[in-house]
């Protein structure tokens, strides 16, 4: 079965509570870095914060291609997403709830997630987010590609 890539990244002003988040999905990696680029997608989120609008991101991302692959490989740079499975039993356990039993901010969420990862097929494999361009691999550069039009949009919003 062939896999689908998945990069997602977002920018937010944590100011205003306003980010960008941008997904690419490439299922054909013989095209140009030209070709592929013109395919990335941005969306703006309100009242947010950067862990999450990342988690925004994948699940929008997520949600528009699910029909497309069963196989989804997603390259990420967040720290909350990498590690929310091996939190799965915890949070579950714990109903979403502090140990002052008070709801997670992003329990909707994080459920949302685990719904969705429950029905697709996706490893998720972290990539650095800020690297020379000297010493990027080619998955680097596409994750570049979702980089740079996040952090483009909001920039371009601000001004």
């Given at each position: 079965m062939k896999s689908l890539l998945l990069?997602?990244?977002?920018?937010?002003?944590?100011?205003?509570?306003?980010?960008?988040g941008a997904y690419l999905a490439v299922n054909d990696l013989s095209l140009s870095i030209d070709q592929i680029g013109s395919s990335v997608k941005l969306k703006r989120f309100e009242n947010t914060s950067s862990t999450k609008l990342e988690l925004q991101t994948l699940l929008w991302a997520l949600n528009e291609i699910k029909s497309m692959e069963n196989n989804i490989i997603v390259y990420t740079d967040s720290q909350n997403i990498l590690g929310l499975q091996k939190r799965r039993t915890r949070l579950e356990g714990n109903d979403y709830r502090t140990k002052q039993n008070k709801l997670l901010k992003n329990h909707e969420l994080y459920k949302e997630f685990f719904k969705l990862i429950d029905q697709l097929d996706c490893?998720?494999?972290?990539?650095?987010?800020?690297?020379?361009?000297r010493n990027k691999s080619d998955i680097d550069k596409l994750f570049s590609l979702v980089d740079k039009a996040s952090r483009n949009a909001l920039r371009n919003h601000n001004t």
């Open positions: 990069f997602t990244d977002g920018s937010v002003n944590t100011k205003v509570k306003t980010g960008y490893e998720f494999i972290k990539v650095d987010g800020h690297m020379p361009t």
